[in-house]
């Protein structure tokens, strides 16, 4: 395997299931939305199938473009999410040359080796124009481990520590807006590149 994304090819249609509705999400969606001010257009890092971040930002008027390596949750997301524009691909590694008012990350990071997260955050500074808003989520401690309680398929998740994430962002440019635990051992960080 190449990704994570291609385990959840293998478990797209439970996922796309399971996953179609907020859990602590909300609260932290209209926060982005309000920190977009007019800003419209927004990349969603590990996009799924659509649902329920992209499909509740298109429904408030935004224009979401999702970027996924499942092919099987976009395809889901081309029937259930139509209006999300789509691109398929590693975010590690995929050229994306459009800048975005906003980029949300929900539950896609974690899936990245450690490794991965001090770049992945410079690619979301990339992605951004200035005064743009990131959005994403990591765990409250560093850890790496594997299991396979989603639907039965062994998955990986990785974080690092938050001091970690505090100062990659400082370096790429961006001020913390917040940061925030959702639920256990999980935590949201809104940041807004200002250089
Ligand atoms: C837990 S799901 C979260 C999906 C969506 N953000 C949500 O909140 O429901 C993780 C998503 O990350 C995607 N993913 C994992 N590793 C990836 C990678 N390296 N590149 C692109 N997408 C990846 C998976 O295909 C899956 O859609």
Known sequence: MKNEGERYDL?????????????????????????????????????????????????QGLQ??????????LAIAKVKCPDMQQIYGDV??????????????????????????????????HWLKLDGILEFTTGDREYAASDSNMLGQ??????????????????SGFKILLCESDQEQHLVWIAKKIL
């Open 154 to 171: 062994e998955l990986s998740f990785y974080s690092l520590n938050p001091a970690d994430y505090e100062k990659y962002l400082k370096k």
């Open 92 to 125: 590690r590694h995929i050229a994306i040359n459009e800048k975005y008012d906003g980029v949300i990350e929900w539950w896609c990071l974690f899936h990245l080796p450690k490794e991965d997260h001090q770049r992945m955050i410079s690619r979301f500074a």
């Open 11 to 59: 478990i797209a249609k439970g996922f796309a299931e399971m996953r179609d509705s907020f859990a602590t999400e909300q609260k932290y969606i209209d926060l982005f939305i309000r920190h977009l001010g007019d800003g419209r257009k927004v990349l969603d890092v590990g996009c799924g199938s659509g649902f329920p971040i992209a499909s509740y930002l298109i429904k």
């Open 64 to 73: 979401v473009t999702g970027v996924d390596a499942s092919k099987e949750l």
